[in-house]
């Protein structure tokens, strides 16, 4: 009879601390609409950005911890601007990296990739790349082709994803 007695002070001591919120509680600029979403953790850093359009070779990069970047080249000459996400993560050793880019919304594009070059700097060589479609389907090696230094190609819009490894 005590554990019974036990158990229900545990379980009414976990009910008195839910919170409940109603929403009066929840601020009118929530959740904040300009902001793009961004993550940090040890070995790990994640981030939003808008992939820019017009004539000319355009580069997004990030570095993570100081030891490596993830660059991604590419010209797209028209279409409308999209927002795609970076993903970098590196091993607890500091022996294997990563780097994925990718469209976080969406899978239907218009943009299409005149040219791309995407590079691991700061690692000895990669090792596994692949582009791939929606859904998760890989796109035909023609578009793109992988050496030590890069990958590199040029997409059409059906690509939602690039992937690196060392």
Same mark, same amino acid.
Request: with cysteine.
């Given at each position: 009879m005590a554990s019974v007695g036990k158990m229900l002070f545990?379980?009414?001591c976990l009910v008195s601390?839910?919170?409940?919120?109603?929403?009066?509680?929840?601020?009118?600029?929530?959740?904040?609409?300009?902001?793009?979403f961004k993550y940090e953790a040890e070995g790990l850093y994640s981030e939003d950005f808008d992939l #820019? %359009?017009? +004539? @000319?070779?355009?580069?997004?990069?990030?570095?993570?911890?100081?030891?490596?970047?993830?660059?991604?080249? /590419? #010209? %797209?000459? +028209? @279409?409308?601007?999209?927002?795609?996400r970076v993903t970098m993560s590196q091993?607890?050793?500091?022996?294997? /990296?990563?780097?994925i880019i990718e469209r976080p919304g969406p899978t239907k594009s218009d943009l299409n990739?005149?040219?791309?070059?995407?590079?691991?700097?700061?690692?000895?060589?990669?090792?596994?790349?692949?582009?791939?479609?929606?859904p998760s389907v890989p796109l035909p090696e023609e578009e793109y082709k992988l050496d030590k230094d890069k990958m590199e190609g040029k997409i059409s819009n059906t690509s939602n994803s690039l992937y690196i490894y060392n």
């Open positions: 545990v379980f009414l601390s839910i919170v409940f919120v109603t929403p009066d509680d929840i601020p009118e600029d929530w959740p904040p609409k300009d902001e793009k #820019e %359009i017009g +004539k @000319g070779l355009k580069t997004f990069e990030r570095n993570l911890d100081d030891v490596f970047t993830c660059r991604l080249s /590419y #010209e %797209i000459p +028209k @279409g409308e601007t999209e927002e795609w091993s607890p050793d500091l022996t294997a /990296y990563s780097c990739f005149k040219q791309f070059k995407m590079s691991l700097i700061g690692v000895n060589e990669i090792n596994y790349g692949e582009a791939y479609g929606a």
